[in-house]
């Protein structure tokens, strides 16, 4: 009889070792997720998502998910006050590290509406421009007090000498160009790179679109970055619309 209950004794103490393994197991695996933000899809997905979705069937899929981030530049004071949604931490004197971080923007953008490989218009049912405002970018008062300004021939030159790839410079990923005498920005989205200039002290959209055309076909904008207050003034046709949610 005793040796029944130490039998069963030994069963049930196995049980529980076996137990504590697989809730220990199961803890690490949580852990690992949350850390590692694994499975987590984040809003630049979401809109590269919808676009390809929308390539792939207009008439079904429906509009585009696609959100506008608040990006913040800072070269280490306080970005509450901009309501930005990421940060980008840089030496605050530090251009080259400004003007990266603009060119990685820049280049997420083209990145989420297809790399203008992908027509996400609205195909016969629509002859407007619709605009993607991807990032709404702002600088932090240290920013603005080493660097007020940055003129468009030198952010263009960064972008045409420096690589995004180790095949691609930025200025061929976004454009397509090798030389910057070859840009010329498309008659939806005035920029000129001789006499513009990027001002820390205003706040900058990084925009792209697409113009819906039913006679001669869509054309897929490129990515630009222009002056948020300007943005009506710069972005020309008279049907217009702005398919990024706020």
């Known amino acids: 009889m005793d040796k029944k209950r130490d039998k069963k004794g030994e069963l049930t103490t196995t049980q529980l070792v076996t137990l504590i393994v697989l ?24 809109c590269h998502n919808s676009v390809v ?13 696609c959100k506008t981030n ?19 931490k840089i030496d605050p004197g530090n251009k080259t590290q400004l003007l990266q971080a603009i060119a990685d923007k820049m280049s ?12 996400y218009g609205e195909g016969l049912t629509s002859t407007s421009v619709h605009y993607a405002i991807c990032s709404i970018i702002s600088f932090d008062k240290n920013i603005q007090g080493k660097i007020q300004q940055i003129s ?21 990923y976004l454009y397509g160009i090798n030389d910057i005498s070859l840009f010329n920005s498309e008659e939806n989205i005035k920029v000129d790179i001789t006499n513009d200039k990027i ?15 039913i006679l001669s076909g869509d054309n897929i904008l490129k990515t630009y ?6 943005t009506q003034e710069r972005t020309t046709s008279e049907s217009k619309d702005f398919i990024t949610k706020a």
């Open 199 to 213: 001002l820390t002290n205003e706040k900058y959209s990084v925009i792209t679109g697409i113009d819906n055309n």
């Open 108 to 119: 997420e953008c083209w990145w989420m509406f297809g790399e203008g490989k992908i027509n």
């Open 23 to 46: 809730i220990v197991s199961f803890i690490i695996i949580l852990f690992l997720i949350f850390r590692l933000n694994l499975g987590q899809t984040t809003d630049q997905e979401i």
């Open 70 to 88: 608040y990006i913040c530049i800072s070269g280490g004071s306080d970005c509450s006050n901009l309501q930005a949604s990421e940060t980008i």
């Open 225 to 230: 970055l222009i002056p948020t207050s300007g």
């Open 152 to 172: 468009y021939n030198d952010f263009y030159t960064y972008l045409k000498n420096n690589k995004k790839t180790d095949s691609q410079t930025y200025l061929q």
């Open 53 to 65: 979705l929308k390539g792939q069937s207009k008439l079904t899929s429906g509009p585009l998910d």
